[in-house]
Nanobody, 126 residues
Framework: QVQLGESGGGSVQAGGSLTVSCAAS????????LGWFRQAPGNEREGVAA????????LYSDSVKGRFTISQDNSKNTVTLQMNNLKPEDTAIYYC???????????????????WGQGTQVTVSS
């Protein structure tokens, strides 16, 4: 079993910053990557960022590259998404996810992620 618990998020004005964190627990053999997805009302869930926990290599969607940074702590079981220069279009529920990734191209598809947190709201006002 794998449990994912998100924290952080909230509301901020455009141009501001927020941080969301995710603590993963359970059978650590069940994932080699932790990631963040987001879903706005009426939209599909989209990949934001991911990190291979063993090597620390990171992946980002084009929409957040250069503004968001994903990192992990020394235990490799907690990941943090630092979000800078936030835009109103970043408003969504942010979900933490865990999976075993074999190829980089697979990370953006939410169906390739097996474990999910409950989500945390991020709201950016203009």
């Amino acid at each position: 079993q794998v449990q994912l618990g998100e924290s952080g998020g909230g509301s901020v004005q455009a141009g501001g910053s927020l941080t969301v964190s995710c603590a993963a627990s359970g059978d650590t053999e069940r994932w080699n990557a932790l990631g963040w997805f987001r879903q706005a009302p009426g939209n599909e869930r989209e990949g934001v960022a991911a990190i291979y926990t063993d090597e620390g290599r990171t992946l980002y969607s084009d929409s957040v590259k250069g503004r968001f940074t994903i990192s992990q702590d020394n235990s490799k079981n907690t990941v943090t998404l630092q979000m800078n220069n936030l835009k109103p279009e970043d408003t969504a529920i942010y979900y933490c996810a865990a999976t075993t990734l074999y190829f980089d191209y697979a990370w953006l598809r939410s169906s390739n992620w097996y474990y999910w947190g409950q989500g945390t709201q991020v709201t950016v006002s203009s």
